[in-house]
């Protein structure tokens, strides 16, 4: 049976769709882990008296979110570069600049947080080397 190019064509979409499915997948995926971690986390901190422990959940949070928005963009991306047209080419457009700015804006609070923890680290380190010594 000769393959003619619409029938490769029809089996790449079908497979690119498959594809882009098991990339929304995961993200999804990413994004609840993240979430039922970021709960375990708030538990935890709560537990433990430490309400004040909220940033460590939230980055937590964020960067399983931030990972999950690369892959839903990965996931529009694949399903544009079947075939499009320019309606779709406009809602990647859209959704590459909604999904990147909020990347960005997750990546820059991860680390200022960051900056903050280790600041205050440096910080505490002399206090509590003074408290073990006798």
Known sequence: MASTPDSIEGTIIVVVRWVKLGVEIF???????G??????????????????DFTATRLVLARHLALALEFELGAD??????????DQIGKLGAVAVIRTGLNFFLSTEMKREKTVERDD??????????AQTP
């Open 121 to 130: 680290a440096e910080l505490l380190a002399p206090v509590q080397r003074g």
């Open 77 to 86: 991306i694949l399903g544009t570069a079947i075939s499009p047209n320019w």
């Open 27 to 33: 993200g999804a995926g990413l994004v609840t882990l």
């Open 35 to 52: 979430v039922c971690l970021a709960i375990l986390h708030l538990i935890r901190a709560l537990v433990a008296r430490r309400p004040a």
